[in-house]
């Protein structure tokens, strides 16, 4: 496959390396999109480039001086009681101040740092549920996010297992994430997978049904919990068609013995369209946005109830 990338000379004095770096450049932003086989260097290019640059040099400090901090977002039942959490994980910036995972874990991906946050998310969840089974909370479960890259630079069963054993903590109540990205064609991931779900772990498939192999692989692989992608609840004009589909994926769910969570929530309407769908567990903001691990354990009583206790 053939990539070509343009860069318009302006100035005739400047060094032709740069000149290459820039054409690079744009090949850069469209490798993967098969698509796509020209582009045009802009100033946009390399303002994001420079911008990832950024990134990269900040992250070692930023994960030494604590910038990134795990929130939780609640996965409810459809009358709000709390189940459990999905920790997301946010960057404290000390210049630019709060930044969501949208704007630094792409890039972290890309470079081969995701797993070194990862780690880092995953310990503190960890840490998390140890203080709420001391509290007399072990009712309550927390998902972790697991990225396709993390397999290829951690032994994956080696860390979860060894942080649930330095934590003594339940091994169902760590719940693992995990995309389609990250089992599709990778058998020896699947069987790290396999390995996880053997030994207690539940298996949760993220953002079911927005890849293109979601019906084949769940065929293939061990899964208790599939989350259904918030687009589906996105409005357009094909509504009726993605109601369609989402009762499908309930109704198939059910059927294989799977709990079904529905992601991006925003309305009672909604809420109430997938109770009558069958859909038991919601995540989304009409129930709560993510947030510090404070709040959460003030908001659902986590503490509370070791008061009172
Ligand atoms: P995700 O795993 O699909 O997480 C759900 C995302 O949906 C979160 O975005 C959450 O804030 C957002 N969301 C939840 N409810 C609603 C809603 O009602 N409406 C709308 N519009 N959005 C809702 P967030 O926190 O910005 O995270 C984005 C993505 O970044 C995550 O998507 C996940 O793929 C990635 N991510 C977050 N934390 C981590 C992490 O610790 N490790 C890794 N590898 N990836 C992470
Ligand atoms: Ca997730
Ligand atoms: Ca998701």
């Known amino acids: 496959f053939i990539y070509i990338g343009v860069y318009d000379i302006k100035d005739r004095n400047e060094p032709v390396g740069n000149m290459c770096d820039k054409a690079n450049m744009a090949i850069k932003c469209m490798k993967g999109n098969y698509q796509m ?43 709000g009681l709390c189940h459990g959490a999905e920790a997301l994980v946010r960057w404290a910036h000390p210049k630019s101040g709060l930044m969501s995972p949208g704007s630094f874990v792409d890039c972290y991906e890309r470079c081969g740092l995701i797993h070194r946050l990862d780690e880092y998310v995953w310990e503190e969840a960890v840490k998390t549920l140890r203080r709420w089974t001391e509290l007399g909370r072990s009712d309550l479960h927390i998902s972790i996010n697991i990225s396709a890259k993390d397999f290829f630079y ?60 979601s019906l084949n692989m769940l ?5 208790d919990v599939l989350k259904i992608d918030r687009e589906f609840l996105r409005e357009t004009e094909n509504a009726v068609r993605s109601r369609d589909i989402l009762e499908e994926i309930i109704r198939l ?16 309407e909604q809420v109430d369209m997938l109770t009558d769908m069958g859909c038991r567990v919601f995540q989304g903001y009409y129930f709560s946005k993510p947030i510090p691990i404070h709040e959460f354990e003030d908001k659902y009583n986590v503490c509370l109830l070791y008061t009172s206790d």
């Open 37 to 79: 086989a020209v582009a045009y260097y802009d100033e946009a290019i390399l303002e994001k480039e420079l911008e990832q640059k950024k990134l990269i040099a900040e992250f070692d400090r930023a994960l030494e001086n604590n910038e990134f901090c795990v929130y939780l977002q609640p996965q409810t039942d459809a009358d």
């Open 154 to 213: 951690l032994d994956v069963y080696e860390v979860i297992m060894g942080l649930v054993e330095k934590y003594k903590v339940d091994i169902k109540n760590l719940r693992l994430e995990l995309t389609e990205t990250a089992v599709v064609n990778e058998n020896d991931n699947m069987e790290v997978i396999r390995k996880l779900h053997d030994a207690g772990f539940i298996i949760e498939i993220d953002d079911f049904g927005s890849g293109y192999s």
């Open 219 to 223: 065929k293939d692989i061990c899964s």
């Open 253 to 268: 769910s059910n059927r294989m013995n799977m709990t079904v969570i529905t992601e991006g929530v925003e309305t009672r």
